[in-house]
């Protein structure tokens, strides 16, 4: 099952409106967490992958390049 949520995962990275809706939810989610941007951007891409948040101590795996992704533009798009 893991697989085929990160074979979701890598089909749907390039897509710029699924890119700009997890920045636009991580970047809200760091301002309401006092700037904890990479934490947002795991939870966000989490979210995503595996349809629902991130427990306290969730090991399952990400698509580590999505959420490089993610990071980079949030970073970018960051007005800190």
Request: proline content about 2%; aromatic content about 4%.
């Amino acid at each position: 099952m893991m697989m085929c949520a990160n074979r979701e995962l890598e089909l749907t990275e390039s897509d710029p409106a699924v890119l700009d809706a997890l920045v636009a939810k991580a970047l809200e989610l760091s301002a309401s967490a006092g700037g904890e941007l990479e934490r947002s951007c795991w939870m966000v891409v989490h979210e995503h992958g595996h349809g629902v948040k991130p427990t306290e101590y969730d090991i399952r795996e990400i698509d580590e390049q999505l959420y490089l992704k993610v990071l980079e533009t949030s970073r970018s798009r960051s007005v800190c």
